[in-house]
């Protein structure tokens, strides 16, 4: 992989803040980087320590393919920031945290803090079934304990140090029975360096009814927002958001979009898994995102999270040259739409499919 542009070499930030606890293959695992991206765990919660995991050998590899510029567990075809330099991957000599300055001139591997930016994705628990990412509604009652032991390893063990909470890459805050609980009894002495909370949520239960439920203090940590959404019409969004109402949501976004006067968001966006069924869409869902007063709006490539079989993943895939329809989705994307200043294409950037 060549990780040098103009013959200046790259660094992420990525495994050297991230701390991903997931449950890709089982509940517990977790990653310094998106699994998408970066597809070995570190270790599991489930049975380790934060540090025993944020230490451990794997992630020291992991930070050292990033020191020594090879990148060489890195996905370059899924990752967006890779494709486009953009943070958390910038040029060695852009590099402004001390901290990191500091990691990249005594090459360190094993770090002297805890992790900065924790991504919540342990728990599926969901009030949709959307198809690109499972088969069924999911709540995650047969693993509770298991869950509430992990989260209480975060909240003891990791919160300390963390400036960034990130609830949730998995499921939805509002729809998961254990995230809702978690916000709604969190204590802000328990997070002293904690600056973000970003939330990621399909929006269909951010309602002010729910919302009046969380902390005032709580509240105010809520600074960065993404509403994953997947369609522009009702018929669409009843397939990819399956067991939404588009309606709902809208009257959500428009609750949302006055929220903003009151509590500070620093970031909102909306976000479009992009496959056959919703590619046309795309200008649409641009003029979607001016309209509730979104910082971007984020276009993404459809991933096979093993909800679809070969066949129905190649006939869904736009973006793979293979696609009968895959002439056409690049012959969008020079619609002068994709020149707005929020619109971001990620791992969709033209050319750079795999």
């Not at 992990?150 to 805050?173: F, M, R, V």
């Not at 916000?183 to 239960?205: E, V």
């Not at 056959?276 to 490539?301: C, I, K």
Request: aromatic share 12%; with cysteine; glycine share 6%.
């Amino acid at each position: 992989m060549d990780t040098t542009v103009g013959h200046k070499k790259l660094f992420c930030s990525r495994p050297f803040k991230w701390f991903e606890v997931t449950q890709v293959n089982e509940i517990g695992e977790v990653y310094v980087c998106c699994p998408s991206w970066l597809d070995t765990p570190i270790g599991n919660l489930t049975y380790q320590s934060v540090e025993e995991t944020w230490n451990g050998k794997k992630a020291q590899e992991f930070r050292r393919s990033i020191l020594d510029g090879s990148f060489k567990y890195c996905n370059r075809s899924r990752c967006p920031f890779l494709q486009t330099i953009s943070e958390p991957v910038e040029r060695v000599e852009d590099v402004k945290d001390e901290d990191l300055k500091i990691i990249i001139e005594k090459k360190l591997t094993i770090l002297p803090y805890g992790p900065r930016e924790i991504n919540c994705s342990y728990d599926r628990s969901c009030n949709l079934s959307c198809p690109s990412c499972r088969t069924k509604v999911i709540i995650e009652n047969g693993n509770k304990q298991q869950i509430l032991n992990i989260q209480g390893k975060i909240n003891n063990e990791a919160l300390k140090d963390a400036h960034l909470l990130y609830i949730t890459g998995s499921g939805d805050p509002f729809g998961s029975p254990f995230f809702r609980k978690w916000l709604q009894t969190m204590k802000r002495g328990d997070m002293p360096n904690l600056k973000k909370i970003h939330l990621h949520t399909n929006a269909q239960l951010w309602t002010p009814q729910m919302w009046s439920t969380i902390p005032k203090d709580i509240q105010q940590l809520v600074k960065t927002v993404e509403i994953s959404i997947d369609a522009v019409s009702s018929r669409t969004y009843s397939i990819n958001r399956r067991g939404g109402s588009f309606e709902r949501l809208l009257e959500n976004l428009e609750f949302i979009r006055i929220l903003r006067k009151n509590v500070p968001f620093e970031w909102f966006g909306i976000s479009m898994v992009v496959q056959e069924n919703n590619f046309m869409e795309m200008p649409a869902f641009v003029l979607l995102g001016q309209r509730f007063h979104a910082d971007t709006v984020y276009f993404s490539q459809l991933v096979n999270w093993g909800t679809y079989s070969n066949k129905e993943f190649s006939n869904r895939a736009i973006h793979l040259p293979t696609h009968p329809k895959h002439v056409k989705f690049v012959d969008l994307l020079k619609n002068e739409i994709f020149n707005e200043p929020l619109v971001y294409l990620g791992n969709l950037t033209n050319g750079s499919f795999v």
